[in-house]
């Protein structure tokens, strides 16, 4: 039973004997590698870099607005929100009438549910790049208001001077 | 919260409305008779609960409708403008930052220039008062 637990969990990495004499020679061990791209595996399972997000098809899931590279996302949110509307009011239909039809018919209503929220997470990276946006205005205007300050206390700094003088000399005549 | 979330919190909201909506009504409603040969269902008389399964529907059914109006003024909300539209606009920004950038870092130079001269300046001065002042 000992030797069961302790062959179950893989025992640590050795690259700690790499640095056995780090303290006295910090150049003799080896640099940590450096960053992984793209995809890799950890524990069995994969994992990748670049995060993108995966279509619809990827998961699976019919797209029910269409495809293409410019499609005006509020009018397809619209029409998804009414289409949601009508098969909600069929779903009640079917409840009544024909009761044992429902599979389908919630079937149709997840999937507008996750076309809706498919569209929503394809905004994601839009409002990252109008955060960007906003973050370098703010800095564009706090680096302006530092120039500004900086402008005047030189001024100030060279309007006491002149009056310093102007005194030293008065007390000098 | 931002839009995009609020959006997806409504989403959510109209989901959980319609699921509450038919989990009522379906817990709720009355026996219905199927076929004029079966006997009529006997008439238990709680009748509040028939006029409270009535006005229950209406409401849910207003509240689903309301969620889906304010679902659609949030869409019409939405701040959208073309992703070239904002790649052009960072360019400038930057373009912009960077000038400012380097103006912030001239006056800077000059002025720790100043301060130096400045600080020269105080220390003959305060050295030329103590040359002044022999103690005698």
């Not at chain 1, 001024?155 to 002149?162: F, I, T």
């Amino acid at each position: 039973m000992t030797t069961a637990t302790s062959s179950s969990y893989p025992p640590p990495p050795p690259y700690y004997r790499l640095y056995k004499d780090y303290e006295r020679d910090p150049a003799s061990a080896p640099d940590p590698p450096p960053p992984i791209q793209g995809a890799f595996p950890l524990f069995g399972a994969t994992y990748t870099t670049d995060v993108v997000l995966p279509t619809l098809e990827d998961q699976g899931v019919r797209q029910l607005y269409p495809k293409g590279p410019n499609i005006d996302i509020k009018k397809e949110l619209r029409s998804l929100n009414r289409e949601l509307q009508l098969h909600i009011l069929e779903l009640a239909d079917i409840l009544v009438e024909r009761p044992s039809q429902y599979a389908r018919k919630v079937e149709d209503i997840s999937l507008i549910f996750k076309n809706m929220h498919h569209l929503l997470n394809s905004l994601r990276p839009h409002q990252a790049r109008a955060t960007l946006i906003h973050i370098l205005e703010r800095q564009i205007q706090r680096r302006k208001q530092a120039v500004e300050d900086i402008k005047k206390r030189r001024e100030e700094a060279r309007r006491l001077l002149k009056e310093s003088l102007q005194i030293v000399d008065g007390q000098l005549r | 919260m931002d839009i995009i979330s609020q959006l997806q919190e409504q989403v959510n909201t109209i989901a959980m409305l319609a699921l509450n909506t038919f989990g009522t009504l379906q817990r709720d409603a009355p026996p219905v008779r199927l076929s004029p040969d079966y006997p009529e269902p006997p008439a238990t008389n709680p009748s509040e609960e028939t006029v409270n399964v009535a006005e229950q529907s209406k409401a849910m059914s207003a509240a689903l409708v309301q969620a889906a109006k304010k679902f659609d003024m949030l869409v019409a909300a939405l701040p959208l403008s073309g992703e070239d539209a904002q790649l052009k606009r960072i360019a400038e920004l930057q373009a912009e930052n960077e000038a400012v950038g380097l103006e912030l870092e001239k006056q800077l130079e000059a002025a720790e220039l100043e301060l130096k001269m400045v600080q020269e300046l105080f220390n003959q001065a305060a050295d030329n008062c103590l040359n002044l002042k022999k103690p005698d």
